[in-house]
């Protein structure tokens, strides 16, 4: 990438791997369960993820809401947090697809829901409510700066759900992020939970795709309802050697990513008119404010280092009142540099 892109880790390009092994990836007919790479792919990622079985989805919001669809039924509830990409990101797709309500609650600092609140949110047997099946959760929590969830928060949501007969479902867009971060298998931050969707194309470099991972018989269904998405693939072989690069190189070397964002977040505090905790700085997100004291527009900034320095910055966060930067395999330390050294001299 020839571009500073600081946008989102969506932006980022396959690498010179991926491409080749897109180039020469064996393929067949996914729908009959022929593509090789698809099921290898599959395959490893299950193992990964220490689940029974897994699907190849095209994104993260059709992982998310094949999950959701296939755990509830129409008039069904999930339990959620206010700011869950679920829930915020994804069109309302599980209410316009599955007549499923969402029921919130708010999300805390550290990206969890308090215990009690889930508690508190699971209904009754009562025929005036909605009846309560799924619980949802986010890790790394996107909304408050990619916190990482402990797998022994998740473990206690987890006893709630076996206990009330819900089932659990973690959207782990980054969930490598997580791992990294807390420095433990990735295995253990998802055990107790019935699916687990995360992203090949984020962080991870993939062009495209995301995995559904599960009980065999919960794949099952989930390919019945990404058929019905019109989610499934043919030769989809092609973007899934890409794929099997993302979990095979590039979950290991994802500290390196937040180890920039530290960097970056460090350097950005000693620049004046930028409103910094560089202790928030958790995985690979940063959120910032500019001070009062600004002396140029936001959009004149923003403008000028791409202009000049080509720098691409404008992820806003919760209702634009932040900055939000995310750093990946194209950030690299000499331009995490580049990048302090620009927003210096057009501050100062």
């Known amino acids: 990438m020839d571009t500073i892109d600081l946008r989102s880790d969506t932006v980022t390009w396959p690498t010179?791997?991926?491409?080749?092994?897109?180039?020469?990836?064996?393929?067949?007919?996914?729908?009959?369960?022929?593509?090789?790479?698809?099921?290898?792919?599959?395959?490893?990622?299950?193992?990964?993820?220490?689940?029974?079985?897994?699907?190849?989805?095209?994104?993260?919001?059709?992982?998310?809401?094949?999950?959701?669809?296939?755990?509830?039924?129409?008039?069904?509830?999930?339990?959620?947090?206010?700011?869950?990409?679920?829930?915020?990101?994804?069109?309302?797709?599980?209410?316009?697809?599955?007549?499923?309500?969402?029921?919130?609650?708010?999300v805390q600092p550290d990206g969890t829901l308090k215990l009690e609140d889930i508690q508190a949110a699971i209904r009754g047997e009562n025929e005036h409510f909605p009846r309560t099946k799924l619980i949802c959760l986010e890790n790394t929590q996107g909304s408050v700066g990619g916190v990482p969830i402990t797998?022994?928060?998740?473990?206690?949501?987890?006893?709630?759900?076996?206990?009330?007969?819900?089932?659990?479902?973690?959207?782990?867009?980054?969930?490598?992020?997580?791992?990294?971060?807390?420095?433990?298998?990735?295995?253990?931050?998802?055990?107790?939970?019935?699916?687990?969707?995360?992203?090949?194309?984020?962080?991870?470099?993939?062009?495209?795709?995301?995995?559904?991972?599960?009980?065999?018989?919960?794949?099952?269904?989930?390919?019945?309802?990404?058929?019905?998405?019109?989610?499934?693939?043919?030769?989809?072989?092609?973007?899934?050697?890409?794929?099997?690069i993302a979990l095979r190189e590039m979950t290991t070397r994802l500290a390196d990513d937040h180890a920039n964002a530290c960097a970056l977040a460090e350097g950005l505090a000693k620049i004046p008119h930028i409103e910094i905790d560089p202790s928030r700085v958790r995985s690979n997100m940063i959120l910032f404010r500019f001070a009062e004291s600004l002396p140029i527009s936001i959009e004149e900034l923003v403008t000028r280092l791409k202009n000049d320095y080509n720098i691409v910055m404008g992820g806003y966060a919760n209702g634009r009142t932040e900055i939000r930067l995310v750093t990946h395999y194209w950030i690299t330390r000499d331009r995490v540099d580049h990048v302090i050294h620009a927003m210096r001299e057009l501050l100062t």
């Not at 991926?18 to 490893?44: F, S």
């Not at 495209?208 to 099952?220: A, E, M, R």
């Open 16 to 106: 010179p791997a991926m491409r080749e092994a897109m180039a020469n990836a064996p393929v067949g007919d996914d729908v009959y369960g022929e593509d090789p790479t698809i099921n290898q792919l599959e395959a490893e990622a299950a193992a990964m993820l220490g689940k029974e079985a897994a699907l190849f989805v095209s994104s993260g919001t059709m992982g998310n809401l094949t999950a959701v669809l296939t755990h509830c039924g129409r008039g069904q509830e999930m339990i959620l947090g206010d700011l869950a990409h679920i829930f915020r990101y994804e069109a309302g797709s599980a209410a316009a697809f599955g007549g499923i309500q969402p029921h919130t609650l708010p």
């Open 151 to 244: 797998p022994e928060y998740t473990a206690q949501v987890g006893q709630i759900a076996r206990d009330n007969n819900l089932k659990l479902h973690i959207d782990g867009a980054r969930i490598f992020n997580a791992a990294a971060a807390l420095n433990v298998p990735v295995q253990e931050l998802v055990a107790p939970a019935d699916s687990v969707s995360f992203c090949l194309s984020k962080g991870l470099c993939a062009p495209v795709g995301s995995i559904l991972v599960g009980s065999k018989d919960f794949i099952y269904e989930a390919r019945r309802t990404r058929k019905a998405l019109g989610g499934g693939m043919r030769q989809a072989g092609v973007v899934a050697a890409a794929g099997l």
